[in-house]
């Protein structure tokens, strides 16, 4: 593994070593055991987009490894000017020993990997959010106690959420389903390529418009905004299609009782969810945040420490 960019290049077994490195990180650091295990080592940090929780969390996670964190926005480096990916890689390279990106367009993510020689991690693109699910399949593991035997249901945009859960379900084996209205469902190659991994894994992908079947029997319901990053202009137009989507009391209803709520972040109460959901008993969302610091410090132990 030279870079993480999509849970879908993945094995099963990578996976399960990331999660479980996770886990021994988040457990040594509420004992107070410390690990400099990237002690003197950098890592840049280019944000196209916005971010709370992805930029905190590879800073302090950084830091908490020993090594340097070094935010990088993309209005203020050349490649916000015009630069090429292939030119920034090639320099870059030269300064850092790992690369985090933030970006629009998948493909340029996949080219900076290409070209440049160090690891590069995949913080959001418009086509995936890898960080952010491998986060909260350790955090399904620790609510459930396992990861065998679920449904995981996803209402809302076919979105980078979206196309991510569904890697992240097929690679691990766990029974999936999407709901989404029409002209809104994920992407179809990212369904292609995700039907391999779930014809391998045995588990099941339903696709449908129809929020009620996907969401019964669910053990875990996941949502995210009606509008991604990017897609301001088209806020009205989103919230009246999407609302029939929403999931509020009477729709997780026909989730299991024990069901997980589960979102990224950020949250509009109201719209994709309501306040009785998200802020309920069945809502982890603030674990989810939580582990996103140990998951990416669990990638970049793996990328980034010499000797692993
Ligand atoms: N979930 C997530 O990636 O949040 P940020 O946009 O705040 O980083
Ligand atoms: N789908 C959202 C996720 C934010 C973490 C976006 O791309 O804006």
């Not at 410390?34 to 590879?58: N, P, W, Y």
């Not at 993309?74 to 690369?99: M, S």
């Not at 690679?171 to 779930?198: H, L, R, T, W």
Request: one cysteine or more; charged letters at 25%.
């Amino acid at each position: 593994m030279k870079d993480f960019i999509s849970l879908h290049d993945l094995t099963k077994e990578e996976i399960e070593n990331l999660i479980k490195l996770s886990i021994e990180l988040k457990t040594d650091l509420k004992k107070g055991i410390q690990h400099k295990i990237l002690k003197d080592k950098t890592l840049g940090m280019i944000f196209s987009k916005s971010s709370t929780r992805t930029r905190v969390s590879f800073e302090v996670g950084m830091t908490q490894l020993g090594g340097y964190p070094l935010f990088l926005s993309a209005n203020d480096i050349q490649l916000g000017r015009g630069e090429t990916i292939y030119d920034t890689a090639k320099v870059l390279e030269r300064y850092l020993d790992g690369i985090m990106i933030r970006t629009y367009s998948h493909d340029d993510v996949i080219e900076l990997a290409k070209h440049a020689d160090i690891p590069v991690i995949n913080a959001l693109t418009d086509l995936l959010h890898p960080c952010q699910v491998l986060a909260d399949l350790q955090t399904v593991y620790e609510k459930k106690g396992t990861l065998e035997n679920l449904k995981f249901t996803y209402i809302g945009d076919g979105n980078n959420m979206a196309h991510s859960i569904m890697y992240g379900c097929g690679k691990m084996g766990i029974d999936c389903a999407i709901a989404s209205p029409q002209g809104y469902m994920p992407n179809q190659d990212v369904i292609d390529n995700a039907k391999e991994d779930f014809k391998k894994s045995g588990a099941d992908l339903i696709i449908t418009q129809d929020p009620v079947e996907a969401i019964k029997d669910a053990d875990i319901v996941y949502t995210d905004t009606w509008v991604s990053m990017g897609q301001e202009a088209e806020k009205a137009e989103r919230i009246k299609i999407f609302m029939p989507y929403q999931i509020n009391k009477e729709l997780f209803k026909n989730a299991k009782s024990d069901a997980l709520f589960m979102h990224c972040l950020p949250a509009y109460r109201g719209y994709e969810v309501t306040e009785d959901v998200i802020d309920g008993a069945n809502s982890v969302i603030f674990d989810e945040a939580e582990n996103r610091l140990h998951a990416q410090k669990a990638i970049m132990a793996t990328l980034m420490q010499e000797d692993r």
